[in-house]
């Protein structure tokens, strides 16, 4: 008579030695007069089906017939693009060969997805057993670093790793030489994202701004200043960030032109503050000047003070009328600035610079 394969005793079909049972077969299966049959069959996401490579696939029937066939179970793998990037960038992450979606299996298993192992998301292959996704980076991870993005099916140890790497911050110039004075621009990349810049020097001196600046949302900042007095040759360009250093080189050259800014003619003695201190104002860098009269320090309401301010709505409270030779003044600029004052060139860093004029 026709047999079948019962489903019961040896007549069952097994895949790498597990017997399959019902969902993952329907039994009884009819053999035909030829002894041929045809049945679908769900792998199952367990056991030894989780494991990539070559699984034999047994069927007996309930003449005690058998026969085998080879199941090539694929390789899960993930894809990562790009395969590097800063902290809050996106990726794209692409699965193969994970458990499909079937809708006659009884397991519709997830993905979970994970950065250094700080879970991320969990996603659901499609009937091919594909899927594709975005991720991003997290902000806490080491600058530079090396990462690895691992795709887990959920509540199984079946899992695909691909490696990610962060950049290490880094900073340009522009230029990358020319002289003393010289208006410099830097731009860091690469950095944690909305951290102040701590500190930037080219050689020894701090070249920030008087005005705070803080990084981005992508870890990037642009800074822009006057080059101050340094000797010819070679420095270094150094910025800080979150405790994190990069540099870059600077040359300074010998000046090929006229000295910049231009020198003004030497202003007379007792020339007003308005002509005397005219470069550093006309430049917007002026903020205030302090001079004290020790012959006066006893004689109200000043008491051997006395103040200017280049804005107009100081003008009726000035009390510095004129800018006398061999006396000493504080003077508070916004940003370093090199000028020629009473006839000598004089260097200017940003906050308050003893002068004697």
Known sequence: GT????????????????????????????LD????WVANVIIPATGVALISGSLQLWATDSGGASASAGVTIRSRTITLDPI????????????????????????LFNVNI???????MRVTPDSTGEFETTITVPINVLIPSTNFVRATVAGTAAVATAEHKVPAAAISISPQEGPSGIIFTVTGTNFRPFFP????TIGVPSV??????????DGSFTISNRLPQLPEGTHAVVATVGG???????????????PTPTPRPTPSPLAGPYVALAPLIEAGNLVRVWHFDPATQNNPPNFGWSLFDPRAVFASANTVREMRTRQFYWISVRDNQTVTLNGKERVFYSGWNPVTW
């Open 84 to 107: 590097e990037g800063r902290l809050g960038s996106i990726i794209k992450v692409k699965g193969v060969g994970f458990p499909a979606r079937n809708g006659s299996s009884p397991d």
């Open 114 to 120: 994970d950065y250094n192992g700080r879970f991320l």
């Open 33 to 36: 007069s030829g002894g041929s």
């Open 244 to 258: 994190l250093l990069a540099s870059v080189s600077f040359k300074v050259s010998r000046p090929t032109g006229p």
């Open 3 to 30: 047999h079948q394969i019962t489903g019961s005793g040896v007549s069952v079909i097994t895949l790498g030695g597990p017997i399959l049972q019902s969902p993952f077969v329907s039994y009884p299966i009819d």
């Open 197 to 200: 810049v701590a500190n930037l």
């Open 208 to 217: 920030l701004p008087s005005s705070s600046i803080t990084t981005d949302k």
